[in-house]
């Protein structure tokens, strides 16, 4: 299993701000996707990043991929209640699926 | 794209019992993933199911406390064994799509052992 750490674990911000959620690991992969979970739901696919240094904008969400393939970024610009759900990271499916460490998020009204 | 249905939705079981959960996927599919969750925490994979063969489970996981079942290529079933509190959390299944591009997802079995 290679372990992928995401940073903040939690984090409550009111509607509007900014926000930035960290995926790292020590290990190179060929993509790394981004799933978004809400509460009494399975988590569901935002984006796939494939080529080291790529940016995905997905409305108000912008996804990186670090050029060496090791990390990547998802940065939330005016964030609203509708964003509130846990964050994972994930190389993609394979004989295995596992998840980064997640990062909670709250959106305050 | 994949539906999953998994069932049941939530239950509140007795320590000492056993508990099966079902995940039915409305097209054939080769991979099948069981996970366990906190509240507010990641999942956990506990193991990958593929059809026709032993499921392979993750560091920390034992075929004795967590049967799997594979029959066919569309249902599997996890059994929660000789359920102690420690067992209470969510319980998820997940398959793979086409090309294994993206995973889908139950809504979960949220267990409660008292």
């Known amino acids: 299993t290679q372990l992928l750490e995401q940073s903040p674990q939690f984090l409550s911000i009111q509607e509007g701000e900014n926000l930035t959620v960290y995926c790292n690991s020590s290990s190179v992969f060929s993509s790394l996707q981004w799933y978004r979970q809400e509460p009494g739901e399975g988590p569901v696919l935002l984006v796939t990043v494939v080529t080291g240094g790529e940016v995905k904008k997905l409305k108000r969400l912008t996804f990186q991929f670090g050029d060496a393939r090791k990390d990547s970024s998802l940065h939330i610009t005016a964030a609203q209640p509708g964003d509130t759900g846990l964050y994972l990271c994930a190389p993609p499916p394979g004989n295995q699926f596992y998840f980064g460490t997640g990062t909670s998020l709250t959106v305050i009204p | ?114």
């Open chain 2, 1 to 114: 794209s994949a539906v999953i249905s998994q069932k049941p939705s939530r239950d509140i079981c007795q320590r000492g019992t056993s508990l099966t959960i079902q995940c039915q996927v409305d097209s054939q599919v080769t991979m099948m993933f069981w996970y366990r969750q906190q509240p507010g925490q990641s999942l956990t994979l506990i193991a990958t199911a593929n059809q026709g063969s032993e499921a392979t489970y993750e560091s920390g996981f034992v075929i004795d406390k967590f049967p799997i079942s594979r029959p066919n290529l569309t249902f599997s079933t996890l059994t929660v064994s000789n359920m102690s509190p420690e067992d209470s959390s969510i319980y998820l299944c997940s398959v793979a799509g086409e090309a294994y591009t993206e995973a889908f997802f139950g809504q979960g079995t949220r267990l409660t052992v008292v």
